[in-house]
């Protein structure tokens, strides 16, 4: 079995920072390439969108919403995926979820934050980003 526990969450004004966690845990864990993990959100009565990830060849992509304010990185021995989130807008107020695809169906050429929630193997239960004005 694997979990992914996110971390990170929190309030903060607009213009603040915060950094959120991702930890892959359990002893499967190696079964999750560092790439093709990634960052969702789903602010209330809105569907869930990829924030910020990590594809296939190691790039990272973003949404044109959180570009220049958002950044994606990863410690591979902690098995930690990151998101610095700088210039926050209450926009960005949402539950946020680290996913992960499988190692042996992560490849070069697999953008993450375009796949659908099935096709993402492991989920995080979320970690509550509030940003006020």
């Known amino acids: 079995q694997v979990r992914l526990v996110e971390s990170g969450g929190g309030s903060v004004q607009a213009g603040g920072s915060l950094r959120l966690s991702c930890t892959v845990l359990?002893?499967?864990?190696?079964?999750?390439?560092?790439?093709?993990m990634g960052w969702f959100r789903q602010a209330p009565g809105k569907e869930r969108e990829g924030v910020a990830g990590?594809?296939?060849?190691?790039?990272?992509s973003y949404a044109d919403s959180v570009k220049g304010r958002f950044t994606v990185s990863q410690d591979n021995a902690k098995r930690t995926l990151y998101l610095q989130m700088n210039s926050l807008i209450p926009e960005d107020t949402a539950m946020y979820y680290c996913?992960?695809?499988?190692?042996?169906?992560?490849?070069?050429?697999?953008?993450?934050?375009?796949?659908?929630?099935?096709?993402?193997?492991?989920w995080g239960e979320g970690t509550l980003v509030t940003v006020s004005s």
């Open positions: 996913a992960a695809r499988r190692r042996y169906a992560c490849y070069s050429g697999l953008k993450v934050l375009q796949l659908p929630s099935d096709a993402l193997d492991a």
């Open positions: 990590i594809d296939g060849d190691g790039s990272t």
């Open positions: 359990g002893y499967a864990h190696y079964a999750y390439d560092p790439n093709c």
